[in-house]
T-cell receptor, first 108, second 112 residues
Framework: GQNIDQPTEMTATEGAIVQINCTYQTSGFNGLFWYQQHAGEAPTFLSYNVLDGLEEKGRFSSFLSRSKGYSYLLLKELQMKDSASYLC?????????FGAGTRLTVKP | DVKVTQSSRYLVKRTGEKVFLECVQD?????MFWYRQDPGLGLRLIYF???????EKGDIPEGYSVSREKKERFSLILESASTNQTSMYLC???????????FGPGTRLTVT
């Protein structure tokens, strides 16, 4: 089975940097994903890590340490539109499981 | 452009009714998934399918069944709806060896 843990809520200020952590336990690892979900909408794909290290994509970066069962999503230069839930997900041998999500509120 | 559609955005059903939730994708994806999303619990996998007529149980299959008669369509069936099945239901699809899952807009089901 899988356990995926991430903070329930976070608040940050517009223009700042925020890091959302995710820890996981899995019987077989085949990739870690971050999704963004605005209220009332479907999740949309942000990033994918399968090897250790940092993947950068514009203002968003995602880090993975497989030995520690740990990932984080880094959001830079926060904008009001970044207010959303951020879902950490892990794929094992067969399919993907999601964490409960972190609700990020960006304040002016 | 990738597209996953679900038959309804909002649905209200009575306890004991049989409920069908339909999902269609136009990307020729092999894999399709049904999740439910509840506050504090996140997305939980109900069933998934790798191919036509194939299905696998996810984490919470009890009270649900699925049907995949055509590659583009994956149906979720609640044989006898109960109030604890009130939830947001999300369908997703991806190619067999792909990593990105594409989600539909969701169906908010209320069982009274």
């Amino acid at each position: 089975g899988q356990n995926i843990d991430q903070p329930t809520e976070m608040t940050a200020t517009e223009g700042a940097i925020v890091q959302i952590n995710c820890t996981y336990q899995t019987s077989g690892f085949n990739g870690l994903f971050w999704y963004q979900q605005h209220a009332g909408e479907a999740p949309t794909f942000l990033s994918y890590n399968v090897l250790d290290g940092l993947e950068e994509k514009g203002r968003f970066s995602s880090f993975l340490s497989r030995s520690k069962g740990y990932s984080y999503l880094l959001l830079k230069e926060l904008q009001m539109k970044d207010s959303a839930s951020y879902l950490c997900a892990v794929r094992d041998r067969s399919d993907m499981r999601f964490g409960a999500g972190t609700r990020l509120t960006v304040k002016p | 452009d990738v597209k996953v559609t679900q038959s309804s955005r909002y649905l209200v059903k009575r306890t004991g009714e049989k409920v069908f939730l339909e999902c269609v994708q136009d990307m020729d994806h092999e894999n399709m998934f049904w999740y439910r999303q509840d506050p504090g619990l996140g997305l939980r996998l109900i069933y998934f399918s790798y191919d036509v007529k194939m299905k696998e149980k996810g984490d919470i299959p009890e009270g649900y069944s699925v049907s995949r008669e055509k590659k583009e369509r994956f149906s979720l069936i609640l044989e006898s709806a109960s109030t604890n099945q009130t939830s947001m239901y999300l369908c997703a699809s991806r190619i067999l060896q792909g990593y990105e899952q594409y989600f539909g807009p969701g169906t908010r089901l209320t069982v009274t």
